[in-house]
């Protein structure tokens, strides 16, 4: 969001518990009340089809994407493991280098990596979960 010319001023009275949590959630987001209320406004409360600016959006926080980043992360490191595992058992078969011992070691370390890889992508789908739970403006 680009620096703009603020010249529009608004004052408004809050009660003291709306106004504690508008102090956390700015504490919490790192971010003046100003700007936290900039934000705010951004969010679209009524979808509209026929206007591109009030289209339904998800709105994360900086805490929020880094924990979505870095399961994503973990996810396509075990799934490149376990694709390397299958490779590798492909390469020995193909060149007749293959025993029944030398299998079953990379069949148990498959069966793990894709175990560990089903586990991480049924947890993403639990935060993503979790995030859809904490939406504070619903469209109507």
């Known amino acids: 969001m680009g620096k703009t010319n603020k010249v529009r001023t608004l004052s408004f009275r809050l009660a003291e518990n709306d106004y504690q949590k508008l102090v956390e959630r700015c504490r919490k987001a790192e971010l003046s009340k100003s700007m936290y209320l900039r934000y705010l406004i951004r969010i679209p409360i009524v979808c509209d089809e026929a ?25 396509g490191y075990h799934y490149n493991q376990a694709v390397h595992a299958m490779n590798s058992i492909n390469y020995y078969i193909a060149h007749g280098k293959s025993d029944s011992r030398l299998l079953d070691e990379k069949a148990e370390c498959i069966e793990v990596e894709l175990a560990t890889v089903n586990r991480n992508a049924e947890r993403i789908v639990y935060e993503i979960a979790k995030l859809q739970d904490k939406m504070i403006v619903e469209a109507r």
């Open 51 to 75: 206007t591109e600016e009030s289209a339904p959006c998800v709105v994360l926080d900086k805490r929020s994407i880094r924990d979505i980043s870095r399961e994503l992360t973990r996810w």
